[in-house]
């Protein structure tokens, strides 16, 4: 793992400390190959390596089977094969379907990521969840194929829209309300624009998701649930928008609020420190309140068609107090429904 500036023109060289191999496939999205393309061929020959450069519309809509299989068909067409690996160059999309090239191609090559967004930097490269959509829902095909190598320039992050940039921060407060009050202190006062602070930032998310993930690599025992938190209603209200209306992160922060609500009835989380979370949210221009008009039946809907609800419980991520969460039995549908009318 590297964090730092100016890391793309370094590639070629840091790759090869880790990469005896010659030839790779870059795989990128149709945006970020324009800013970013050339920089990263030009410095891997200058590491010695050879590549192919493959890109795929930008956007959720290219993370499918046929997707990568076509991606697999002009790697082949290329001329790679067992000895090659992949670089994928990209935001969570690219990261997901690069992951899952490099996990299927010759039963699995190396896989090197070079996020460019600030989620996939703090979210979607750690943990080495790989996959793919279908018809019927989100990365319902895929594979464990943990990175060998990650990439994290910060400067890549200049030409991120702003809501993008934006939708990262919903990830970075979660893992401060789940695992570290102190993080949450230093976003109260964050001043955007601070390159090192940045880089620390991020570091220190990385730093949560992996011992989380590391406790519970194949999300069996319920220790990795924790990183869910604020995602079932988050992912409901994702769902009710049709995957238009709000980013990931948008909706996440909503979902957040919810928890909250949750958490406090439930488990006791004071009023001030869910207070505290929603003007945290807001500092970073996330929505804390849906559209009046949103129809929150559809909100609903959308989490009973997610979550199993036993008996009218469900298993339920809580915050008791900024910095801790754990997973609750006790949350009911009805608590669910009034969260999700009071947003
Ligand atoms: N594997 C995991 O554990 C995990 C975790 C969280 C999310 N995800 C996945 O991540 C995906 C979302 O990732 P995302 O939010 O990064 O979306 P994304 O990859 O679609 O990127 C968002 C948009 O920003 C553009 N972009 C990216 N970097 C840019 C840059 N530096 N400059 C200008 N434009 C740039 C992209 O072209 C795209 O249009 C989802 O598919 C989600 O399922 C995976
Ligand atoms: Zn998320």
């Given amino acids: ?11 070629g060289v840091r790759v090869r400390r880790h990469l005896a191999r010659k030839t790779c496939a870059i795989i990128s999205d149709s945006n970020i190959a324009l800013f970013f393309a050339d920089r990263v061929t030009k410095s891997l020959a200058s590491g010695g390596f050879q590549s192919a450069l493959i ?10 089977l046929e997707q990568a299989g076509a991606i697999c068909d002009q790697m082949i067409a290329a001329g790679l094969d067992r000895q090659s690996f992949v670089i994928g160059l990209g935001g969570g999309v690219i990261g997901d379907i690069s992951g899952f090239v490099a996990a299927i191609y010759h039963r699995g090559i190396p896989h090197v990521q070079i996020p460019t967004t600030l989620l996939a930097m703090v979210d979607s490269s750690i943990g080495g969840k790989t996959g793919v959509n279908t018809r019927d829902g989100k990365n319902l095909l895929g594979a464990i194929h943990h990175p060998l190598l990650v990439i994290d320039d910060v400067d890549v992050l200049r030409t991120l829209p702003r809501r993008e940039f934006n939708q990262g921060f919903a990830e970075i407060i979660k893992h401060a309300v789940i695992a570290d009050a102190k993080m949450f202190q230093t976003l109260q006062s964050w001043k955007a624009g601070e390159a090192l602070a940045l880089q620390k930032l991020i570091k220190r998310n990385i730093q949560i998701k992996s011992k989380i993930v590391a406790k519970d690599e194949r999300d069996q025992s319920g220790e990795r649930a924790v990183l869910n938190f604020g995602h079932t209603v988050g992912h409901a209200i994702e769902r009710a928008g049709g995957y238009r209306k709000f980013l990931h992160g948008e909706a996440l922060s909503l979902g957040i609020i919810a928890a909250c609500d949750i ?39 959308a989490v009973k068609f997610d979550k199993k609800f036993e008996g009218g419980k469900v298993r339920f991520i809580v915050t008791p107090r900024i910095g801790t969460a754990r997973v609750s039995g006790d949350v009911t549908m009805k608590d669910v429904r009034e969260a999700i009318e009071a947003l």
Avoid: C, Y
């Fill in 55 to 64: 890109t795929i519309p930008a956007g959720e809509k290219s993370k499918t």
């Fill in 1 to 11: 793992m590297l964090i730092g500036q100016g890391l793309l023109k370094q590639l």
């Fill in 263 to 301: 958490s406090t009835k439930r488990v006791g989380l004071p009023p001030d420190q869910r207070d505290a979370i929603v003007d945290l949210l807001r500092r970073f221009q996330l929505p804390t309140s849906l559209p009046r008009n949103f129809p929150r039946k559809k909100i609903f809907d």
